[in-house]
């Protein structure tokens, strides 16, 4: 197992999508929910979040709870994890709201995306764009990249075709999956992992290792058996 761990942490419906059928309709979301994923990301040095979401909702999550940056602060870690965003295209407004919040920002690209994107220049001064691949993302180099930095903890925030990359290179240690008590429905909305999908014999398998309820809403942590 590496030295870094990477944790999912999302959340679904009781009928298992992440989103609504349109993705521009909010999420649901409540305290308990918000609470958990704000200690979640509190451990992370590093938040990866895949550019549909950040397309979708403008920002990226940051710690408030003054508890959890006093704890952060104790394992010396900055305030704010650095929050990295996965796009391979570079098709992102420079003026998204993430790219003024006050936080560190990586974007990891692909060559590719370098040379379509006539914004390339600009997106370059707003945040640090790392070329990890000529057209396909190379999370093998993505990672040895997190590890020479010195980032131990990585939590990935979705969406769904970002977790199928990761499940797909190996990469998730744990899941922290939410079940929210609503029914979305709707072929098209998008689940915790998109992608192509695994056949049974080739499926990762997990192993639940806490379970917390906090009224209608679970709380389920998986290890990914390796
Ligand atoms: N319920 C929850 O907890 C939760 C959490 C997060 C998101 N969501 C919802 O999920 C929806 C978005 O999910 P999504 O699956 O459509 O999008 P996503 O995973 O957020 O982003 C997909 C995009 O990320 C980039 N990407 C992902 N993996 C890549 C790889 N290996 N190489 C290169 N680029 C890669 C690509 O960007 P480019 O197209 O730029 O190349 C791809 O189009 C939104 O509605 C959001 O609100 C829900």
Redesign the pocket.
Known sequence: MSAIQTTV????TADGK??AVD?QAP?DSDAADQEHVEYQVSLADLIL??????R??GVSFTIRNPELLAAREVRGQSPQPITCI???????SPNLPFLSQDIKRWI???QT?LERNSDATTLQKLAELIDLGDT??D?DRAYSLIAERGIYKVVV?????????LVKAGKIDDWWL?IWPVIYGGKNA?SPV?GEGFLPNAAPHLQLVETRQVGSELFLHYRTLK
Not at 86 to 92: A, E, Q, T
């Open positions: 942490v999302l959340a679904m992440i989103s993705p999420r979040v895949g550019a549909g979401t950040i979708a909702e996965v796009s391979g295209s570079l098709n992102l990891f690209t692909t995306g396909d993302l999370w925030l979705g969406g769904g075709s970002l977790t199928a990359a939410t998008p998109e």
